[in-house]
Structures are given as C-alpha cells and as structure tokens.
C-alpha cells in the first residue's frame, strides 16, 4: 500500500497568489482529514470528509481556504488569496470508518508551503 | 468538545535513559487513544493506540502505554531510548462513536543525546 500521498511535498509562493495542495488517500478509506501543523498552534484540524461529503469544517480558518472531494481518491485544499501567515506544514491523514466506529487515522508526507 | 495535556514539551535525555510522556485527555465518553511520532523532517506515524482490552499497549520500537481510565491518561513510556528515537511525540484522542474529531495534544519534542 502506497499510503496516503501527497503533493506538492514543497511549495513556495508569494503573497496573493493562488495554491492548491493535493491528497491521495489510501485505497479503501472513506474519510479524509486535513490538517495544518505551525509552531504556535501545533496540529489543527481544518476539515473533514466522510464518503466524499464535508462532514466538519469548523477549522477552516476564514473563506480564502476551500477544500473538495470530488471522488474517493482525491481531495485538494486550496487557499485563495494566500497570506504569508499561512505558512504551515499540510497534512492530509485518511482513515475507515463504519458507520459510528472509527479507525486509526493515517498521515501523509505533508506539503510544506511557504508565503512570501 | 475533547482536549489533551501534554507536559514538559522539551525533553533531553541520554541514551539508554528511561523516557515516560504524560498524556491526560478531558472527554466524559469512550475514546479510542493514540500516540504518533514525528521524526524530524517527517510526517507523523502512528507508534500505538488503545482502543480496548489490556490497558497496556505494546507499539512498535519498544514503546508501551498504559491507559488509566479513572486518571484520564495514557502515559508512554520506553524502558531505554536510542538516538534514534529523537523526534516529537503527539497524544491524540478520539471519540469512540461520534465526531471523527481526532483531538491533539502539543506535542513533546524529545532528544536524545548519544
């Protein structure tokens, strides 16, 4: 198994401009987690979705962040316009869930994005 | 909505010491329990978790946690680190039936001097 992926690993951009990260989840999974990672805040979690649906997205942080999942094995999170504050490791993390039950969460690489 | 302690965020410590991280959790139902490692430079990956059964859980690396229900916590502990086992620590809980919300601790960032 590939696990989740992943990309870019690395973005740089400048202030204003668009981005978009990209996650695989694992095959299988039928939920789907973004996360950001920043020195201050530690791990928050931005939004999930559960069977491609947005299930919680109380974490996004304001409307210049949107996320989709047009089908099982793809999401994106995208920022528009990015600010330099948004400078953080991304994290997508994927796990199964039936019905109420849960399972282990499990990580990608994550995308290190850069705002200058 | 669940929460997690994590204490003392910087440890530094010797090979060969013993290393036990707090975890305590404020959540009134069944959670399922997590510790994740974070290597530097990579991403986080799942060292062991408690979902039910023997409160004291083997993970991978040597690692073992121990919940206690009537403590609200979930300790990690390794009899013996290794260098290699310089890195940042996470606890996470999970509610076992409900909001799929994986709750975070800070983190312990760990090192271990050879």
């Known amino acids: 198994d590939a696990g989740v992926i992943q990309s870019p690993r690395h973005e740089v951009t400048e202030m204003g401009q668009e981005v978009t990260l990209r996650c695989k989840p694992i095959?299988?999974?039928?939920?789907l987690f973004w996360y950001r990672q920043t020195m201050m805040r530690g791990l928050e979690l931005l939004i999930y979705f559960n069977n491609n649906v947005p299930i919680d997205d109380s974490g996004m942080p304001e409307d210049r962040f949107s996320a989709k999942m047009p089908n099982a094995s793809f999401s994106t999170l995208k920022i528009q316009p990015s600010e330099p504050r948004d400078s953080a490791v991304y994290f997508c993390?994927?796990?199964?869930?039936?019905?109420?039950?849960?399972?282990?969460?499990?990580f990608g690489p994550g995308t290190r994005l850069t705002v200058l | 909505a669940q929460s997690v302690s994590q204490h003392n965020h910087h440890v530094i410590l010797s090979e060969a010491a013993s290393l036990e991280l707090g975890c305590n959790y404020s959540?009134?139902?069944?959670?399922?329990l997590f510790w994740y490692v974070q290597y530097p430079g990579q991403h986080l990956q799942l060292l062991l978790k408690y979902f039910s059964g023997d409160p004291l859980v083997k993970g991978i690396k040597g690692f073992e946690a121990e919940f206690i229900k009537s403590k609200f916590s979930f300790n990690l502990r390794k009899p013996s680190v290794q260098w290699s086992d310089t890195a940042e620590y996470f606890c996470?809980?999970?509610?076992?039936?409900?909001?799929?919300?994986?709750?975070f601790g800070k983190g312990n960032q760990v090192v271990v001097i050879p």
């Open positions: 993390a994927s796990s199964l869930t039936s019905g109420p039950s849960t399972d282990t969460q499990y």
């Open positions: 996470a809980v999970l509610p076992s039936r409900g909001n799929n919300r994986l709750a």
């Open positions: 095959s299988g999974h039928n939920s």
């Open positions: 959540y009134g139902g069944t959670v399922n």
